[in-house]
């Protein structure tokens, strides 16, 4: 059994060069990496402008009566305010020269043809300060800055900020296609009866909908059957169609596990057996060039492996930057174990009570078998190998 720390270090050193770029519109990106650092070619905001409907003014003449020399909507290109007088000025709008500061409309008395402004230090909610109200050209980006950098996995957030600076389209990685296959005679696919002895097939929708969350494209080649040459020729054809197999079920150590023979003749087993808990039997290997891994057939141990050896692989193989494991956060246990584990464990917990004080609480079966647990929790506790938790001892928290 590999040290966890050990078998993460081997499958990341073992992460393929990222695939091949294409051109994406932004509507079509979210989630994609992208391949190449944009920068902007414009100033956002281009200019100064007003964030607020009101008046704008030459801050000396606070106090006073002045006339309304212009109208100036959002999109409008301003004249110089012409001296002694206010603009009339609307939320986005650019300041005309020659004035330093906007005041709100609430703060102001329209006259006719007129407005009265407050003097400074008569206003309702605070004193106005010269230049209140502007929101100041380039405050957001210059012209030349770095706006998104390569590596970055594009969230509402980049995309928003891209359409900001005028991009419409980006470089990005083609998603990783990943293969999945769920072995075992005892599936019955959800919609269907099952059969006396039968359990539903889980694992090839969980795993579905991991790989689509993560951005990549999760490509279903069904079930298949606990026989040695229907798993060998099922490997064989899904190794050519994608960037990584994956497996679920049939690779512990009985006779009806032959995921790691067909593997080894198909090309190398280059990993088995971790110490983590759940998902001992995980398998790491090659099918030809294409990578493959072998889950453990238990949902819950699905779910772990994916998050703490898989994902993070496939981050690295999509071009993603940085670190790439799950965020982990220090919290204190709220339970206690008697024994030290062997492998790494993962517990399934919740963060219980008031903000300051929280803990973190194991569900009460931890069974891998199960996935209603996993429901229940809303992330992994992660308790290191040789390690007693006492009550109160700060423990690595993942959320889900
Ligand atoms: N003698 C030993 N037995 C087992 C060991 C061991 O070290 N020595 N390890 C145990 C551990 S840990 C795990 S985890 C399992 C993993 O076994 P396999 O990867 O070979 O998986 P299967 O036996 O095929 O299935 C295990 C379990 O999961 C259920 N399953 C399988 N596929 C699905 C699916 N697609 N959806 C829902 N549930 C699924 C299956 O019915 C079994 O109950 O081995 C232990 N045994
Ligand atoms: O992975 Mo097994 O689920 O460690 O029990």
Known sequence: MMPLAEAQARLLANVPPPPATERCPLNAALNMVL????????????SDNSAVDGYAVRYADLGRVLPVSQRIPAGAVPAPLVPGSAARIFTGAAVPAEADTVLMQEECEALD???????ASSVKT???????????????IRAGDEVVSAGTR????????????????VSVYRPLRVALLSTGDELAEPGTAAAPGQIYNSNRYLLHALLAEAGMIPVDLGRVADDYAATH????????????????????????DHMRAAVAALGSLDLW????KPGKPFAFGHLGDTPFMGLPGNPSAVLVTFMILVLPWLRRAQGLAGDPMPPCVGLPAGFSTDKPGKREEYLRVQVVGEAGQQRLQPHPNQSSGMLSSACWAEGLAVVPAGRVVREGDVLGFIRF
Not at 35 to 46: D, L, M, N, R, Y
Not at 273 to 276: C, G, N, S
């Open 35 to 46: 391949a190449e650092t944009v920068t902007s070619t414009v100033t956002v905001p281009p």
């Open 113 to 119: 043809g007129q407005v009265r402004l407050p003097a």
């Open 126 to 140: 605070s004193p106005v300060k010269k230049g209140a109200n502007i929101r100041r050209a380039g405050q957001d």
């Open 154 to 169: 594009l969230s509402p957030r980049h995309l928003g900020l891209l359409a900001s600076v005028g991009v419409a389209e």
């Open 233 to 256: 020729g099922a490997l064989a054809s899904a190794g050519q169609r994608c960037d990584l197999v994956l497996t679920t079920g049939g690779v512990s150590v009985g006779e009806e």
């Open 273 to 276: 057996r971790v110490a983590i």
